[in-house]
């Protein structure tokens, strides 16, 4: 998501994440080879297998493997390393791997490929989109910007079967990130001899997960995962092989599965009003807030004055009646968001209450079209206009993103008299360059959780942070971000509450309005059993699938 990386992108472009989803094979046959075969379908083809270049890590946890692997419901499970110690300010982390681990062409697997291929990572020449993941990290950042050596990153390999990771600050979520792929190790025998070619085809890279890669040719619509005979966890792994086909819409997607050809097939708004009381109807949750992006910094002076305005910013927030939104537009099952962090995401270990739960804040993101009129009237005066007309950049290359942005037409025009807002849809790509160039007045965006702790979130609206392409800056918000990672890094409780006021701060501001969370839903053979999905990170988990 990568903030899906953090990639927020306006809501077509988001959905590269897609590619994480799947795709198909042949007709079974009655090998037992072929009957352990999921048969998945991809939105895109993939345009990189290499791990420090890639622009989402959906579904590569299943070939890549670090320390530790997502399991169910986000929760760690072991990986690479049999364990873990962690020093008590919170400050050095050390990773004792498992003996004979193996890489997938029977090379050995040792810490020294951990430190290889984070250093690689970092490296400017590299060009990690992903990069900023290891702020934090010992001389990280000034290793990325080219300003210290790569042999200065705090990480090191004291002999072949221990890392040791030296932070500059406790990370409450450090261990998080090493489920991450990004983090997995990389083998430099195999980059060096590869060279150019290196991850540019299947059989010019090797896997540290339970499976590996073939017939990927670096580019073409198919390719397969096989059973990784070389994973230190093999015995559990049941499939043989994970095929994938990209498919170009849903409608040939559901043919294909009713064809038993697919073992999964995502379905569009329309269609999962037609499957919902299939008893195939799958649902697969993200933690991937769609949203309303301000634009702080309008080059209109007029707009500029009005996107400024935090009346006139919570009345257009007041305005959007969510439930009908997600229920009778979007009908797939999204759901209604409390604020800019998405619900089950993260819970508070003290009392197991969802952030989203403590983030609430009254008559912010709540359907009140009375008090939407009021404000919007106090933020007319205010700014000595009565009328106020804004354009809504958007993608026109996802169908969610056109029902959504005519629907905020009407109910914003409907709702606020001398409100006028325009559509400005364009291709995702070009959408995402306009928003990063910062002409636009309101974006329509989203962004999806790298990993289960709010600050994947609430990092986004920070001044001067990549993806705050709006440019909002608040001396309030930044002081409890800052406090949150700094401070109060290392004290659980008291980094949550930091947490919590920042995003009730955020939602009265209403400088970033959520709309919906977004939901996915499928159709899967009832003999496909085992799939682990997060909604955030890694979500697709197939270690455990199988084909009963």
């Not at 004792?96 to 810490?111: E, I």
């Not at 933690?287 to 009346?311: C, E, G, R, V």
């Not at 290392?490 to 009730?504: E, F, G, H, I, T």
Request: charged share 20%.
């Amino acid at each position: 998501m990568k903030k899906w990386p953090k990639i927020a992108l306006i809501i077509g472009t988001i959905m590269t994440l897609g590619l994480v989803l799947a795709a198909c094979g042949r007709q079974a046959t009655t090998s037992k080879s072929d009957q352990q075969t999921l048969k998945l379908s991809a939105q895109a083809p993939l345009d990189t297998i290499d791990l420090a270049k890639a622009t989402g890590y959906g579904q590569t946890g299943n070939v890549y493997e670090s320390f530790y692997r997502l399991g169910a419901h986000g929760k760690l499970t072991p990986g690479l390393a049999k364990s873990t110690d962690v020093s008590a300010d919170g400050k050095t982390y050390t990773f004792h791997l498992r003996s004979n681990l193996k890489w997938s062409n029977g090379d050995s697997l040792t810490a020294k490929d951990f430190v290889y291929s984070w250093r690689r990572t970092l490296s400017p020449a590299t060009k990690s989109q992903y990069a900023y993941l290891f702020d934090g990290i010992k001389n990280a950042t000034q290793v990325n910007k080219g300003k210290t050596a790569p042999s200065q990153l705090g990480v090191s390999a004291p002999d072949k079967r221990t890392v040791i990771v030296q932070l500059e600050k406790p990370i409450a979520y450090f261990k998080l990130l090493m489920a991450y792929p990004l983090f997995a190790p990389q083998n430099e025998r195999v980059v060096k001899q590869f060279g150019k070619k290196y991850a540019t085809q299947a059989k010019y890279m090797v896997y540290s997960g339970p499976f590996k890669m073939e017939k990927w040719n670096g580019t073409g619509n198919h390719w397969q995962f096989a059973k990784n005979d070389q994973y230190w966890d093999k015995k559990v792994v049941k499939l043989h092989k994970i095929t994938y086909q990209v498919i170009g819409n849903t409608t040939t997607g559901v043919e294909i599965y009713q064809q038993k050809k697919l073992s999964l097939t995502l379905l569009s708004n329309q269609q999962v009003k037609n499957y919902r009381t299939n008893d195939q109807f799958k649902q697969y949750p993200y933690s991937l807030i769609t949203y309303l992006k301000w634009n702080f910094h309008d080059p209109d002076d007029a707009n500029n004055l009005a996107t400024n305005n935090q009346n006139i910013r919570q009345a257009v927030a007041l305005s959007v009646d969510r439930s009908q939104l997600t229920e009778k537009v979007l009908g797939d099952g999204s759901r209604v968001p409390t604020g800019f962090v998405p619900g089950g995401l993260a819970t508070n270990a003290a009392n197991g209450k969802d952030f989203a739960t403590e983030q609430q804040v009254a008559n912010t993101v709540t359907y009140n079209p009375k008090l939407a009129k009021q404000k919007f009237a106090a933020g007319l005066k205010e700014i000595g206009v009565n009328k106020v007309s804004l354009t809504l950049l958007a993608a026109d290359d996802d169908p969610a993103s056109t029902v959504v942005t005519q629907y905020l037409k009407s109910q914003l025009e409907k709702t606020l008299p001398g409100f006028t807002l325009n559509i400005r849809a364009i291709p995702g790509k070009a959408a995402n360059t306009q928003g990063q160039k910062g002409d636009f007045d309101l974006s329509l965006s989203g962004w999806g959780g790298d990993f289960n702790d709010p600050i994947t979130f609430l990092q986004i609206p920070q001044s001067n942070t990549a993806y705050n392409y709006g440019k909002w800056s608040d001396k309030t918000y930044d002081d409890l971000i800052d406090r949150a990672q700094n401070a109060d890094a290392n004290d659980a409780a008291k980094r949550w509450q930091d947490l919590v006021d920042a995003s009730q701060h955020l939602n009265r501001v209403q400088s970033f309005t959520p709309l919906y969370q977004a939901n996915y839903a499928y159709l899967q053979q009832k003999n496909v059993h085992g799939i682990i999905h997060n909604t955030a990170g890694t979500q697709w988990n197939y270690k455990y699938t199988y084909i009963k």
